[in-house]
């Protein structure tokens, strides 16, 4: 059982550009959540979605920052117009709410380095 | 809202010494869960041990195990025998048991083992 894939791994982007960070969550988990993660601090909580649904988004900036998680496919984490304070680890995590609790695993996270 | 508390940003032990991480949280909630995750410098998250709220017998994984004080909202990590590979950052989280609902992170402990 594959666990939470993220790609790119690694990603540079001048500043004004779009970058574009996907994650494909666990087989058989619906929930998929972003986190990111500045240099020697921990994760902030960025937004929650179940398969096209945003269910928390409250830790998103306002402007240049959008997720989706459509019914086929990847979780995207859009942000437009990067700037160098972007630059950070992005995590993505999936978790599947059954009977027996809930665990949210990780992937090994994608870093965009903006320049 | 809910908070987690690590107060000790590094620590550094021995190997085969025992070393307990603190963490604290603040929560209105009666269920929820309560976690340990691990860093290492390959910057993926691993998690370590799991704890539900309404469990009374403090959880344990080999080596690691939790002291949880529901009362005091408290809930360290004990390493038993540490070993170099240990050395990581490592987090302290809380969850809402509600199935609309995310992880929140300390700021994390760095901890050190020395050869």
């Known amino acids: 059982n594959a666990g939470v894939m993220q790609n790119p791994r690694h990603l540079v982007r001048r500043r004004g550009q779009e970058a574009r960070l996907r994650c494909s969550p666990m087989k058989g988990h619906s929930h998929v959540y972003w986190y990111r993660q500045l240099p020697e601090e921990g994760l902030k909580f960025m937004v929650y979605l179940q398969k096209e649904n945003i269910i928390d988004e409250s830790g998103m900036p306002k402007e240049r920052f959008s997720a989706e998680f459509p019914k086929e496919g990847p979780s995207i984490l859009r942000i437009q117009q990067v700037v160098r304070g972007d630059s950070a680890a992005y995590f993505c995590?999936?978790?599947?709410?059954?009977?027996?609790?809930?665990?949210?695993?990780f992937g090994e996270g994608s870093w965009l380095t903006v320049v | 809202a809910q908070t987690v508390t690590q107060s000790q940003p590094e620590m550094s032990v021995q190997e085969a010494e025992t070393v307990t991480l603190s963490c604290t949280y603040d929560t209105s909630e009666s269920n929820y869960y309560l976690f340990w995750y691990k860093q290492p410098p390959s910057r993926q998250m691993i998690l370590v041990i799991r704890q539900e709220a309404y469990k009374q017998q403090n959880a344990t994984e080999n080596r690691f195990s939790v002291n949880f004080q529901k009362a005091a909202k408290s809930f360290s990590l004990k390493i038993s025998d540490s070993q170099l590979g240990d050395t990581a950052m490592y987090f302290c989280?809380?969850?809402?048991?509600?199935?609309?609902?995310?992880?929140?992170f300390g700021k994390g402990t760095r901890l050190h083992i020395l050869p």
């Open positions: 989280a809380f969850m809402k048991m509600n199935r609309d609902d995310k992880i929140i």
């Open positions: 995590a999936s978790s599947y709410l059954g009977l027996s609790g809930n665990t949210i695993y």
